[in-house]
């Protein structure tokens, strides 16, 4: 850690400090400032994101012990649909980042292993899914606010070695659960099925329906770079960033936000 170089003086605090930032730029991802990711002393975890997701009281709370918890990425912002955050997912669990920069893929790509340090952070949640961030400032309406740096992100964010991207879960709509929210999904024979006469391109929210007459909708950022492509008439599958919402009657009303336009596949 840095902080251990200041305790030297002199030439040679000058000389491990020059050591350490010249071993940092030789490896590592970049960001879109050429700054390699945090890959060094990684801490072990002390919890699992299904243990934080069970201990999530349903209020933003902010953290005040050294918990650590361990996840791989598995989105991108590259296309735009996911906006300065990133989302883990390990061992059946998950929970989005808010990072608040932008090129993440750049620097946490999809399948890179994670360990985020959570004392100074809150924990909350939105359409379903565990959110880590800031504690919003009063008022603001949202569960969790941005990290909004990279230096926040680095302390607090450290990067492994491993590197193996996640594969899906595949499921059918009926299957679909509520504590499933943040994982990524596979869900095949579906077809988009407008209930109004729109535009049948991906931005906003769209209906998709499967053979026995389940729905799910898919959300598109209007500013990711697939939004105005038209959506495939035939009969396909999806996978995305499961979510939800409540419906009149309380049931969930699942939601599938996909990282980028291959995510469709027919």
């Not at 991802?29 to 919890?47: F, H």
């Not at 607090?156 to 509520?178: K, M």
Request: with cysteine.
């Amino acid at each position: 850690m840095f902080w251990r170089l200041f305790r030297h003086t002199g030439i040679r605090r000058r000389g491990l400090l020059c050591g350490a930032v010249l071993s940092l730029l030789s490896a590592g991802c970049y960001d879109d400032a050429g700054t390699p990711a945090t890959t060094i002393e990684t801490p072990p975890a002390t919890t699992t994101l299904a243990e934080l997701r069970r201990l999530y009281a349903g209020r933003t709370v902010r953290i005040e012990s050294d918990i650590f918890v361990r996840g791989r990425v598995v989105t991108s912002d590259r296309a735009g649909n996911f906006y300065r955050t990133l989302v883990l997912e390990e061992q059946g669990a998950a929970a989005e980042l808010m990072a608040g920069i932008d090129g993440l893929h750049n620097v946490y790509p999809e399948g890179c292993e994670l360990t985020v340090g959570l004392r100074g952070l809150a924990l909350g949640e939105s359409y379903g899914v565990l959110q880590i961030g800031r504690l919003p400032e009063a008022g603001s309406g949202y569960a969790t606010d941005y990290l909004g740096s990279r230096a926040a992100l680095d302390a607090h964010v450290f990067r492994g070695d491993t590197h193996s991207p996640l594969r899906p879960a595949v499921c059918t709509i009926g299957e679909l659960t509520p504590d499933m929210a943040g994982r990524l999904v596979r869900i095949d024979g579906l077809r988009y099925a407008p209930e109004t006469v729109e535009e049948a391109t991906w931005a906003g929210y769209k209906r998709f329906t499967d053979a026995d007459g389940n729905t799910i909708r898919t959300y598109t950022r209007a500013y990711a770079d697939f939004a105005d492509r038209a959506i495939p008439e035939c009969e396909v599958l999806l996978v995305g960033i499961l979510q939800y919402t409540s419906g009149a009657d309380d049931a969930p009303r699942y939601l599938l936000k996909l990282r980028d336009e291959t995510d469709c596949w027919y």
